[in-house]
DNA sequence: AAGGAAGCCAACCGCAAGCGC
DNA sequence: CGCGCTTGCGGTTGGCTTCCT
């Protein structure tokens, strides 16, 4: 027998909405609610797929979208909310009101992830200027715009895990509800520099900074993290290292597959622990 | 002015979680 | 418990716009 299909792929419309469908939806949607997108399309007489349905009503067409620029401080904010759960978009969007997971993915994508590759890989240059300087790395034209360079700069790649295991030094006990340190056995603030200082990168070059999701952490420790500048290369990735092709991996703008990662503690948090923690 | 490159963003695709039966 | 369905998510694509040479 198998699954029916999402939509059937004949007759149906594709590409950019048209007004009169858009209409269609809003006036389906106003009156019957969200939801049954299966079914949306048929009762409504679009020809459409469920999913586009739902898509197009998510992203554009309900009420309460915010449409126009990012603003500064919502910016920072993807970018520490980014740091702290890595391309987890609907989260991200959950804390950034009017925001759609689509529209905070592609801003990271066109802009910050940009930003903060041009702003690592210029810190890097005074390291890299001495022993590669042929290689054009960091060029950078007088307007910001990067220049087409040849060689081995690689696009960002961001890839999304769902971290269920994480890596702690051994160096680190869990004691009371807390992360402690062996040596100091300091509270949860102290912790995060300690933490920081301990961190090393997985030898199976797991250069991940998601490695924190899914973690137990009080609210002082969360708030520590939100608050950790982004840029600081110091923070949870002190000690990453790069590997040949990507030279701001210690900004977090590349994780990795969790599963390579070691366990220590399985499952401790949920997403929607993480988010009760950052409501 | 024109052509190509890069930026931007809406939309699509495939996968997986969650749920009901 | 297993299966199928629905929904949601994140990565990718395609096309239009803007910028640069």
């Not at 126009?68 to 520490?80: A, S």
């Not at 895990?161 to 160096?171: D, G, L, N």
């Not at 840029?231 to 977090?252: A, E, H, I, K, R």
Request: net charge positive.
């Amino acid at each position: 027998m198998g699954r029916s299909p999402c939509c059937a792929k004949e007759g149906l419309n594709r590409g950019a909405w048209t007004a009169s469908e858009d209409k269609v939806l809003i006036d389906y949607i106003k009156i019957h609610g969200e939801g049954k997108w299966r079914n949306l399309p048929r009762n409504a007489g679009l020809k459409r797929c469920g999913k586009s349905c739902r898509l197009r009503w998510l992203n554009y067409l309900k009420p309460d979208i915010k449409r126009g620029n990012i603003t500064n401080d919502e910016e920072e904010l993807i970018i520490r909310l980014h740091k702290l759960l890595g391309n987890r978009w609907s989260l991200i969007a959950g804390r950034l009101p009017g925001r759609t997971d689509n529209e905070i993915k592609n801003y990271w994508n066109t802009k910050i992830g940009k930003k903060l590759k041009t702003q690592q890989c210029q810190k890097n240059s005074t390291h890299f200027n001495q022993a590669h300087d042929k290689t054009g790395l960091h060029a950078l034209k007088s307007s910001g715009r990067p220049m087409k360079v040849k060689g081995n700069v690689s696009p960002i790649r961001t890839k999304a895990s769902r971290c269920r295991r994480v890596v702690m030094p051994p160096e680190l006990q869990y004691n009371d509800g807390q992360w402690q340190t062996k040596s100091t056995m300091g509270t949860s603030t102290s912790l995060l520099h300690e933490f920081s200082s301990l961190s090393q990168p997985i030898p199976d070059k797991d250069n991940s900074t998601d490695f924190m999701l899914d973690f137990q952490m009080d609210e002082q420790l969360l708030s520590d993290l939100l608050n950790m500048d982004i840029l600081q290369p110091n923070g949870f990735d002190n000690g990453v290292v790069s590997d040949d092709n990507n030279t701001c991996d210690d900004y977090g703008l590349l994780s990795s597959n969790s599963s390579r990662t070691d366990m220590v503690a399985d499952d401790a948090v949920r997403d929607s622990d993480l988010c009760q923690w950052l409501l």
